[in-house]
């Protein structure tokens, strides 16, 4: 009879752990406005990005979101792509797609909760229409020849700061961000190829 006791006692707390859980891990939808900063933006335009998150807590006041977001607008970047041998000159509007984690951690300003961000993530910048996806090569008719265009990427890890306050299940940030192209791309890209963002961010908890 004891070990009954004991078995239905286990499966309550059990119970309450997974809800208690449950009730926290949410799905976090994003929305930022952002300007990016390089020697390789000529013109500083806005940009629109749209992100989902995953929270999984860890520890009390803290916990890990995992996810990503695409950003796109009307930056022009402006730079030198090596390849191949060739140099190639680009002047275009890229995607940038971002992946990665961010940990969390809460604390009290006031009778306000505020979230800081740190955030680590894989940023691609997708681009290239002006690229050929390989060197001019000869066709069986003689005097011809075939250039395949596809679109190039260029990635390096992205590091973020920031803090978001929650209204409800709404919340408001900011943060700032650092990559450098040139990490992975030293023969490819000019050097110091860097790029600093700033983000205002609406969030949503679903």
Same mark, same amino acid.
Do not use: H
């Given at each position: ?9 286990? =499966? !309550? ?21 952002? !300007? %990016? ?10 940009? =629109? ?7 999984? #807590? =860890? ?34 509007? #890229? ?37 050929? %996806? ?7 008719? #003689? ?36 990559? !450098? ?8 890209? #000019? ?16």
């Amino acid at each position: 009879m004891k070990q009954l006791f004991l078995l239905v006692g286990m =499966i !309550s707390i059990k119970a309450q752990i997974s809800s208690k859980v449950k009730s926290v891990n949410k799905i976090v939808l994003e929305l930022s406005v952002s !300007s %990016d900063f390089s020697a390789q933006i000529p013109k500083q335009n806005g940009a =629109i990005g749209f992100g989902m998150w995953y929270r999984y #807590p =860890i520890e009390e006041g803290a916990r890990l979101e995992f996810g990503g977001n695409v950003k796109t607008g009307n930056t022009l970047y402006n730079f030198d792509f090596g390849k191949d041998g060739n140099i190639y000159a680009v002047t275009s509007k #890229p995607v940038i797609v971002n992946l990665g984690g961010r940990l969390i951690r809460e604390f009290s300003l006031g009778a306000q909760k505020v979230e800081w961000m740190s955030e680590l993530t894989f940023s691609t910048l997708v681009d290239g229409k002006d690229i050929p %996806d390989s060197s001019a090569r000869e066709q069986e008719t #003689p005097g011809s020849a075939e250039i395949v265009i596809d679109e190039e990427t260029i990635s390096t890890l992205q590091l973020g700061q920031g803090f978001r306050i929650w209204r409800g299940n709404l919340g408001f940030g900011i943060k700032a961000n650092f990559g !450098s192209f040139s990490l992975w791309y030293r023969d490819r890209v #000019p050097n110091q190829f860097n790029v600093f963002s700033a983000e205002a961010l609406v969030s949503l908890k679903l």
